[in-house]
Each structure stands twice: as C-alpha cells, then as structure tokens.
C-alpha cells in the first residue's frame, strides 16, 4: 500500500509502478503510455487533468529506481510524437508544432541534472544546441549498445541504416571509466 501511495492510485501511478517492476523483472525494455495530450482545446484543464499523476509517478519511479541500484542501467525516456504552437488558439488550445519539442531523458549512462538546448522565448524555434530527431535516436541506440548506423536488409535487398544520419550526444552522456 505505500509503494502504491508513493506512486499514486491512478493510471500513471499504477503503469509507471508496472514499469518498475518489469525492469526489476529483467524485461530489457518497457513502454508505457499516459493522459491524452492532444490539447487542440481547454490546455489548462488539460493539464491540471494530467500533470499531477504524471509528476507525482515519474518522481516515484526515478526515486524508486535509483534507491534499488537500477537507474544507472535503466533509461528512462518521456517524450511524444510532436509539440505544441507557442502561441494559445482560438479554442484556448495548441496545436501541433513539429519545431521546437523537449524530451527528457534519465538513467542509463545520462548525465544527471542537466538541461541540453533551448528554444527563443516563446518556444518556437531552436536557439542553442538543436538536437534533431535523429541525433536522439542516435544516442538511445547508441546507449542501448546498438550501432544506430549500421545497415540492415530491407526488401528487395536494399540496405538501411538504422538511423539515417544524426550523431550521439556525448555532451549529454556520463563519461565512461
């Protein structure tokens, strides 16, 4: 019951719970989703609906994973497929903005407590240290132990890097010893 308690009793109290347990299990790797973020109308309501289960399971988790000697084998990635216009629309909402994005990465040979980039003030474009789509794909391969350009086979025997392009991020990256 307090382990519950500490993550929360609530969807994303119970799948991040999950998570960590999986891992605990061995499972190599585990994905979960949460909320509805697709805030086209009512942000604010939105938000205040899904921050707070969010915040409250994801502090547990990292807190939980790192008192049990896991966090530093385990990356822990919160991300989605688009952000948000930096400028609210008529229906008190945003829309999709591929520009400008953040991802937060934790664990898994990351440095701890670091911030990487930024955008202009209003979160409309990449001012310092862009990071593409492929340099973070890169650099999760790349500490998973994959080779992110390494060719596979596609049909019609045509050769396919993993990742098209990008680098690994060594700047975000824990030096190894």
């Known amino acids: 019951a307090k382990v519950r308690d500490r993550y929360g009793r609530n969807t994303a109290g119970g799948r991040l719970l999950l998570a960590r347990r999986l891992v605990e299990a ?5 994905t979960t989703t949460y909320g509805g973020w697709d805030m ?10 899904n921050v707070p289960s969010l915040d409250q399971a994801f502090a547990a988790l990292i807190s ?3 008192e049990r000697g896991l966090l530093d084998e385990t990356l822990v990635m919160i991300t989605s497929e688009f952000s948000r216009t930096p400028k609210i629309n008529s229906s008190a909402g945003r829309d999709h903005w591929p520009r400008v994005f953040s991802v937060m990465l934790a664990g898994g040979g990351v440095k701890r407590g670091m911030i990487y980039g930024s955008s202009d003030a209003l979160g409309g ?5 862009r990071v593409g789509v492929e340099d973070l794909a890169q650099t999760i391969y790349n500490q998973l132990g994959i080779t992110g350009d ?3 086979m ?3 025997d ?4 993993i990742v098209d392009g990008g680098r690994v991020l060594d700047e975000i990256l824990e030096k190894k010893a």
């Open 154 to 156: 596609a049909p019609g």
């Open 150 to 152: 390494k060719e596979l």
């Open 125 to 129: 474009e990449p001012e310092e240290d």
């Open 40 to 49: 086209h109308s009512n942000i604010a309501g939105s938000i205040k609906g």
């Open 26 to 30: 061995g499972v190599r790797m585990v």
């Open 158 to 161: 045509r050769p396919i890097e």
């Open 64 to 66: 939980d994973l790192d």
